[in-house]
């Protein structure tokens, strides 16, 4: 079994709403990251938790703000977006940082659709 | 430093025919390599990897060969469906690093 669970599939908000974007996995993956998405591009990476330390911030605003509160959760706090910041936002893990054996496979959740009103 | 250099899309086919979208990389070392699938309104699921030199990855009839001497790692399948209608990334990652490289994608069209 190889899933990642993200919640809300899908979020509106406003400029000035505080809000969450949620990922779970129970694969016993040590590492987990946030990429953003937006229409046709690839994948951007944002952050990145390796035994759930911060290990990678791609320079990202501070209105992004990652918590990862044990090795199976990582959340995603959003606070005074602004309308770009809308697109798919994606969740991954890879079973052990730096494995020669998994060749660092990175397992991606279903995502969430943000929208910023 | 590294990177990844996909055939730009779209490409259209019909239903049956022989696909190959064409992927290169520039890496140190030995990178491992990836392709994911994107379906619409979806995230990327991993189609197949390849960990060394000479390895073939293989999924759902697709199939790619780590070519070290040609920097390459072609996706092909030898007859295509509607349901293969989707965004395909080629993408690269080394050992002992969390990071992994997209290529830009290439959307794929099968008519019916």
């Known amino acids: 079994d190889t899933e990642v669970t993200q919640t809300p599939k899908h979020l509106v908000m406003g400029m000035t709403n505080k809000k969450s974007l949620k990922c779970e996995q129970h694969?016993?993956?040590?590492?987990m990251y946030w990429y953003k998405q937006k229409a046709k591009k690839p994948p951007e990476l944002m952050f990145v938790?390796?035994?759930?330390?911060?290990?990678i911030n791609e320079s990202v605003p501070s209105r992004f703000s990652p918590e990862c509160p044990n090795s199976s959760l990582l959340n995603l706090h959003l606070h005074a977006l602004q309308p770009e910041d809308s697109a798919l936002y994606l969740c991954?893990?890879?079973?052990?940082?730096?494995?020669?054996?998994?060749?660092?496979?990175?397992?991606f959740g279903e995502g969430s659709w943000l929208t910023v009103v | 430093g590294n990177s990844v250099t996909q055939m730009e899309g779209p490409v259209t086919l019909s239903e049956e025919a022989f696909l190959t979208i064409n992927c290169t990389y520039t890496?140190?070392?030995?990178?491992?390599l990836f392709w994911y699938v994107q379906y619409p309104g979806e995230g990327l699921q991993l189609l197949l990897k390849?960990?060394?030199?000479?390895d073939k990855g293989s999924n759902k009839g697709f199939e790619a060969t780590y070519r070290k001497e040609t920097t390459s790692f072609h996706l092909e399948k030898g007859s295509v469906q509607v349901s293969d209608s989707a965004v395909y990334f080629c993408?690269?990652?080394?050992?002992?690093?969390?990071?992994?490289?997209f290529g830009k994608g290439t959307r794929l069209h099968i008519l019916p």
């Open positions: 991954a893990s890879s079973q052990d940082p730096g494995s020669s054996s998994s060749g660092n496979t990175i397992y």
């Open positions: 694969m016993g993956h040590r590492a």
């Open positions: 938790y390796s035994y759930e330390k911060l290990s």
């Open positions: 890496a140190t070392g030995y990178p491992s």
């Open positions: 390849a960990t060394k030199a000479d």
């Open positions: 993408a690269l990652g080394h050992l002992r690093d969390d990071k992994i490289i």
